[in-house]
């Protein structure tokens, strides 16, 4: 059974950066395309960034483009969110979701297209 765990929130001020990891386990061998969503309290998602199965192509959320990047490291089946300057208005669970592929460049940016997800981790940006 696969699993995302995420981890690497925390308390910040305004300004500030941190890098968030969600770690891929039960399954070395697959081949999943990634997302990073924000949820809110009323578990709404909001889509940040998709990257495909390699990180060879992505698309990010015009609100978060130019301050996060993402990538991943294939050996240690992590995938990391950059996020830089962080403000207020980032504050919100940041979760993870991986989506089963055979290959090719795809990415999703919808929740809908997303199977398996994470539990989430807390960031805050506050003074």
């Known amino acids: 059974q696969v699993q995302l765990v995420e981890t690497g929130g925390g308390l910040v001020q305004p300004g500030a950066g941190l890098i968030l990891s969600c770690k891929i386990s039960?399954?070395?061998?697959?081949?999943?395309?990634m997302g990073w969503f924000r949820q809110d309290s009323g578990q709404n998602r909001d889509f940040l960034v998709a990257?495909?199965?390699?990180?060879?192509?992505?698309y990010f959320h015009d609100s978060v483009r130019g301050r996060f990047s993402a990538s991943r490291d294939a050996a240690k089946n992590t995938v990391y969110l950059t996020m830089n300057n962080l403000q207020p208005e980032d504050t919100a669970i940041y979760v993870c979701?991986?989506?089963?592929?055979?290959?090719?460049?795809?990415?999703?940016?919808?929740?809908?297209?997303?199977?398996?997800w994470g539990q989430g981790t807390q960031v805050t940006v506050s003074s």
């Open positions: 979701a991986a989506v089963p592929v055979d290959g090719g460049s795809y990415y999703y940016t919808t929740p809908y297209d997303y199977k398996i």
């Open positions: 990257l495909s199965w390699d990180a060879g192509s992505g």
């Open positions: 039960g399954d070395t061998y697959g081949r999943y395309a």
